[in-house]
């Protein structure tokens, strides 16, 4: 059941125990009709036993033939119910062999499912799609539906080759009251034809939306708008839906473009103010982002989730939404010549992340962990970063001083990218951030220049972290802007502290740190040293701070 309406159940049979309409499944409950002459159920919704009745509300009437009488009975059944022609309102279930609809023919699937739902008889209905391949070379086009549906049984595959099709299926306008629900199962879309690069699924609807099992199958190998893949929208509130796909062949890649000109993977923008579970997707090869979750009002959790060699950004977060245990790996970056971050946090009240790893074997222009600064709360957590490439690690960016604080905690950074360069391993440019628990180790492959973090603006607390740096290089540099630093409880194993001669450190706390194997304080520390012994002759012994 689904908002109260039967779906795609393979077979009803009676239930064994008691007088019931029973679905097979992984579960116990049935859907039960109540018999009003015998004082019994024939028709209720239960889970666990016959005496658990969940709740259940028919949003419309049931349809059927009473054995006493001519007239449609409603719900409430004076007599029993002749089960022939017994349908709920708003599902029409179609199977499209049934009407001619043949697998492995030149029949165009689109085309039948445009010509059923413009029916005036017709406010929606659920299309089954037997086991094959099917020819689709007409778009769907509907703005206003009650539902809407296409589902493999047990799989299907729709396939494009047509170059001028833009979409396989375009539902809904955007706005609050025109589309009710959608769900797409168990399809994969087909482009793998030269010339075709027709979006998969464009959903725009108000309570409940499903993608789930479905592929996106062959590159889009050129610009066709509305330049996405997939795009998913819960246009009310109180919306919600899920989405599992997979799409690895990705799109073309034009160095000549803007990364923004390319095809875009999936796309959950504007329109959406419900809720979003994106999970157990693998995206891979789009130029124009891999997850673009940015400016809309909505929240979406994206969890379980592989993005793999997406440029401008792997995963991008906006407002209210959360990451959880999602890979995401670039290994040719440079031979394709793009530039990407892997994790992207970018107009947000506050947004999430845990549980991310991340691989970067090739170097690019971006940041591998971004933060904006127009991002007020962010919280960044249990972060693996395995980097073999002379880039940014991060970079939190912002110069407001009310920012809220960037939380950035339980961080293991591998960093064995070349050093031919002076290339830093990220930049603190933003004030109120907290990095909590780093442990940070810089290895270069060919010795040299490659330094670690620089701190450049005032309230950075980082306490707990661990560095080491086996080129002896630079660990940790304060330039001009870390004023108000708090530098509490770390481990400095091998490297160097660095000050530059222009940064103050005004009212800096620096405490309970130790620097071990001949760790070095570099550069200027003229105000540090001020405040007392304990901040001078570390360069040659053990000691702390």
Same mark, same amino acid.
């Given at each position: 059941m689904n908002r109260n309406s039967l779906l795609n159940v393979e077979t009803i049979g009676m239930a064994s125990d008691r007088p019931a309409l029973q679905t097979p499944g992984t579960g116990d409950a049935c859907i039960e009709i109540r018999d009003t002459a015998a004082d019994d159920w024939s028709v209720r919704a239960t889970e666990g036993s016959t005496n658990a009745p969940g709740a259940v509300e028919f949003n419309a009437p049931i349809r059927g033939t009473a054995s006493d009488s001519h007239a449609p009975p409603s719900l409430s059944v004076e007599g029993t119910v002749a089960a022939d022609g017994l349908s709920?309102?708003?599902?029409?279930?179609?199977?499209? =062999?049934? $009407?001619? /609809?043949? &697998?492995?023919?030149?029949?165009?699937?689109?085309?039948? /499912?445009?010509?059923?739902?413009?029916?005036?008889?017709? %406010?929606g209905a659920l299309f089954h799609l037997p086991e094959g391949t099917y020819a689709w070379n007409t778009p769907v086009t509907v703005r206003s539906f009650d539902t809407i549906g296409i589902v493999g049984k047990p =799989?299907?595959?729709?396939?494009?080759?047509?170059?001028?099709?833009?979409?396989?299926?375009?539902?809904?306008?955007?706005?609050?009251?025109?589309?009710?629900?959608?769900?797409?199962?168990?399809?994969?879309?087909?482009?793998?034809? #030269?010339?075709?690069?027709?979006?998969?699924?464009?959903?725009?609807? *108000?309570?409940?939306?499903?993608?789930?099992?479905?592929?996106?199958?062959g590159e889009l190998d050129r610009v066709v708008p509305p330049f996405y893949s997939i795009a998913p929208a819960l246009v009310t509130e109180s919306g919600r839906g899920y989405v599992s796909v997979t799409m690895s062949d990705g799109?073309?890649?034009?160095?000549? $473009?803007? #990364?923004? !000109?390319? &095809?875009?993977?999936?796309?959950?923008?504007?329109?959406? =103010?419900?809720?979003?579970?994106?999970?157990?997707?693998?995206?891979?090869?789009? /130029?124009?982002?891999?997850?673009?979750?940015?400016?809309?009002?909505?929240?979406?959790? /994206?969890?379980?989730?592989?993005?793999?060699?997406?440029?401008?950004?792997?995963?991008?977060?906006?407002?209210?939404?959360?990451?959880?245990?999602?890979?995401? @790996?670039?290994? *040719?970056?440079?031979?394709?010549?793009?530039?990407?971050?892997?994790?992207?946090?970018?107009?947000?009240?506050?947004?999430?992340?845990?549980?991310?790893?991340?691989?970067? #074997?090739?170097?690019?222009?971006?940041?591998l962990v971004r933060v904006n600064g127009d991002v007020d709360h962010c919280t960044l957590s249990n972060v693996d970063v395995k980097s073999h490439a002379n880039q940014y690690v991060c970079a939190f960016t912002g110069d407001d001083p009310d920012l809220g604080q960037i939380i950035a905690?339980?961080?293991?950074? +591998?960093?064995?990218?070349?050093?031919? %360069?002076?290339?830093?391993?990220?930049?603190?440019? $933003?004030?109120? @951030?907290?990095?909590?628990?780093?442990?940070?180790?810089?290895?270069?492959? *060919?010795?040299?220049? =490659?330094?670690?973090?620089?701190?450049?603006? &005032?309230?950075?607390?980082? !306490?707990?972290?661990?560095?080491?740096? +086996?080129?002896?290089?630079?660990?940790?540099?304060? *330039?001009?802007?870390?004023?108000?630093?708090?530098?509490?409880?770390?481990?400095?194993?091998?490297?160097?502290?660095?000050?530059y001669s222009r940064a103050t450190t005004e009212d800096a706390i620096v405490a309970d740190n130790r620097f071990v194997d001949g760790v070095s304080l570099s550069g200027n520390q003229r105000n540090w040293s001020l405040r007392g012994s304990e901040f001078q002759g570390l360069g040659e012994q053990s000691g702390s701070s």
């Open positions: 709920v309102d708003s599902w029409q279930v179609v199977d499209v =062999r049934e $009407r001619g /609809i043949e &697998p492995g023919s030149d029949d165009d699937l689109g085309a039948f /499912i445009q010509t059923y739902v413009d029916r005036d008889d017709v %406010s =799989r299907a595959r729709v396939h494009c080759t047509n170059p001028e099709m833009a979409y396989f299926l375009s539902l809904g306008t955007g706005t609050p009251g025109d589309a009710e629900a959608f769900v797409a199962r168990n399809v994969t879309f087909d482009v793998r034809k #030269e010339n075709v690069a027709a979006a998969a699924i464009i959903a725009a609807v *108000d309570n409940s939306l499903e993608i789930d099992n479905c592929t996106l199958s799109s073309f890649c034009d160095p000549d $473009r803007k #990364e923004q !000109r390319h &095809p875009m993977g999936l796309a959950i923008e504007r329109d959406h =103010r419900g809720y979003l579970v994106v999970e157990n997707s693998d995206i891979e090869g789009f /130029i124009n982002n891999g997850i673009y979750s940015a400016g809309h009002n909505g929240k979406v959790a /994206i969890r379980n989730t592989n993005v793999k060699n997406c440029g401008a950004g792997m995963l991008r977060l906006g407002d209210g939404d959360y990451a959880y245990k999602c890979k995401l @790996v670039n290994d *040719d970056a440079e031979d394709r010549g793009y530039s990407y971050a892997a994790l992207w946090v970018t107009d947000a009240s506050h947004a999430v992340a845990d549980s991310i790893q991340i691989v970067a #074997e090739q170097a690019t222009p971006s940041e905690s339980n961080w293991t950074i +591998t960093d064995t990218g070349s050093a031919q %360069s002076n290339a830093h391993l990220g930049r603190i440019d $933003r004030p109120n @951030v907290v990095l909590e628990n780093w442990d940070v180790s810089i290895d270069p492959d *060919d010795g040299g220049k =490659r330094h670690g973090l620089v701190v450049d603006a &005032p309230w950075v607390d980082v !306490r707990g972290c661990s560095f080491t740096h +086996t080129g002896g290089g630079l660990d940790l540099l304060l *330039d001009d802007g870390a004023d108000y630093l708090r530098l509490k409880n770390c481990d400095f194993k091998s490297g160097r502290l660095y000050q």
